[in-house]
């Protein structure tokens, strides 16, 4: 069977992986920079740039010069890795053999696979729709050859598919781009007039080697499927799948337990061979009438203790209807992770503190839900909202320490309010402030402390902090955004001391 491939062309991988995160960067012009030679190179862009001419390889400040507004973001290529290799782990579904090219394409080798579409044209439609649909923008070709595919992707333009054998013909028109060739040979060719692929393949070969070099003459070859090209599959992530069929329906709470407890046992045995343990788990029942019922559960470190786990799923059983019976129950670890000695020392007898710790917050977590459990580590920000996140890994460290050489309010509230204020002198504390409909009248006052935005993130007016007290012994956190004579400035309550 001929081979065929279809190239992914995450054209805008890092402005959509960011306006995912921000649904308020939709359709704004930002970019990604990193420092190349001393100097701060642009790596990505949003597409609102593209439209402007602005492309990867400029320097930011040219880039502020013509667009003062845009906002500017550092680059993180193994963010951007890591929507890639999800990406290929999602599109096996498509297909059992799935590549990843970084830094932002995925490729598939898809023979056999389209005709359970409906064809290719469906099979491409079905893939890119649900790529949009999640938020990821996508160029796409379909080869008998992975060069052939790439090239269609970037540069084919609404051509799309390759007929069989036809990867010739489509790459006639193309420019030299299209083969994945060094910069440097690029600009010689455009030097010696080459503008397109058709013009090269009219030269002869010795001539092609002896002018551009062997790696220009494989990367034709690899286009035209005269060369072989490598082509290495990721490796399915694992599931951790047990189930068990019962010989008679289940409709027993008594029997709904029987069947975890024996889940739990093989699934666990499982995890300590491989040197994992679970995160999150699903258990669920196949009921007669064809419905399925699940309960789910969620820990703060990974655990392969199986009276641990039990204990948890257990709280939620009465969640189950088994209604006519259950018939079938599987058990599911949805998310694995790496559990080595050091780890596993946390549920053994040399760390009992730790051990009720992480059990009492999956306890927790299990009756409350576990979005009412948050822990809280320091990052390096400078906007007093940016520096703590939330995490609820248990043995999550930060890489930096919280700092205690500043008076900060416990209790911030989730974004700045406005307030409106009256003030002596421009740079004095306010003698009072109204917040929502409220005067407060100001007997205590300590400030300003000024903070400054990232300069390499973004750019705006600095904030000068007060540390204020009513008259009922209540301490405020104000800010006045601007500066006096310099900008327009506003003002903010942003916290409560207690």
């Not at 598919?161 to 440097?184: F, S």
């Not at 455009?190 to 002869?204: E, V």
């Not at 035209?224 to 068990?244: A, M, Q, Y």
Request: overall charge neutral; aromatic content about 10%; proline content about 6%.
């Amino acid at each position: 069977m001929r081979k065929r491939y279809l190239y992914l062309w995450f054209r805008f991988l890092a402005a959509d992986r960011l306006a995912k995160a921000d649904p308020n960067l939709k359709g704004r012009p930002f970019l990604f920079y990193a420092p190349e030679r001393g100097r701060m190179e642009v790596r990505a862009v949003s597409p609102a740039l593209i439209k402007e001419g602005i492309t990867p390889g400029m320097v930011v400040a040219d880039v502020r010069a013509i667009f003062p507004e845009v906002d500017v973001f550092l680059d993180d290529p193994e963010a951007d890795r890591e929507i890639l290799d999800r990406a290929a782990e999602w599109c096996l579904r498509y297909s059992p053999e799935v590549a990843v090219d970084y830094p932002d394409g995925v490729m598939l080798q898809i023979a056999g696979c389209p005709h359970l579409w409906g064809g290719e044209l469906a099979y491409l439609e079905s893939i890119t729709a649900s790529l949009n649909r999640g938020g990821y923008r996508v160029a796409v070709g379909i080869a008998d050859t992975v060069g052939a595919a790439w090239a269609i992707a970037h540069y084919g333009g609404s051509q799309r598919i390759i007929g069989d054998g036809k990867q010739g013909e489509a790459l006639l028109e193309l420019p030299p781009e299209a083969l994945r060739v060094e910069r440097a040979t690029l600009q010689l060719m455009a030097k010696l007039g080459f503008h397109t692929i058709g013009q090269l393949l009219k030269i002869p070969r010795a001539s092609l080697r002896r002018r551009f070099g062997t790696n220009f003459l494989l990367r034709l070859g690899q286009a035209l499927g005269t060369e072989r090209e490598v082509f290495k599959p990721i490796e399915p992530v694992p599931v951790f799948l047990e189930r068990l069929p019962c010989m008679e329906p289940i409709r027993t709470a008594k029997g709904i337990e029987i069947a975890l407890k024996r889940l739990l046992d093989l699934l666990c045995e499982r995890l300590v061979r491989e040197g994992k343990g679970m995160r999150m788990g699903v258990f669920k029942g196949y009921r007669l009438d064809g419905e399925v019922v699940q309960i789910s559960i969620g820990t703060s470190r990974a655990s392969r203790n199986t009276m641990h786990l039990y204990k948890l799923f257990v709280l939620k059983i009465p969640e189950l209807e088994p209604a006519l019976g259950i018939e079938l129950f599987s058990l599911e670890a949805t998310l694995v992770e790496e559990l080595d000695e050091w780890q596993e020392t946390f549920w053994g007898v040399g760390s009992s503190d730790q051990k009720k710790l992480a059990e009492l917050l999956d306890n927790l977590a299990g009756k409350l839900g576990k979005e009412s459990i948050s822990r809280y580590l320091p990052q390096e920000h400078h906007w007093p909202e940016n520096s703590v996140k939330i995490t609820r890994k248990l043995e999550e460290q930060s890489k930096t320490e919280w700092r205690t050489d500043h008076l900060r309010p416990l209790n911030l509230l989730p974004n700045p309010e406005p307030i409106e204020v009256m003030v002596t002198l421009p740079d004095y504390p306010p003698l009072h402030f109204r917040y929502r409909g409220e005067i407060i009248r100001v007997v205590r006052a300590d400030g300003p402390e000024r903070i400054e935005q990232e300069w390499w993130l973004q750019t705006g007016p600095s904030r000068d902090y007060f540390r204020v007290e009513d008259e009922r012994g209540v301490r405020y956190w104000l800010f006045r955004l601007g500066i006096y004579g310099k900008e327009k400035t506003k003002w903010f309550l942003h916290g409560y001391f207690i």
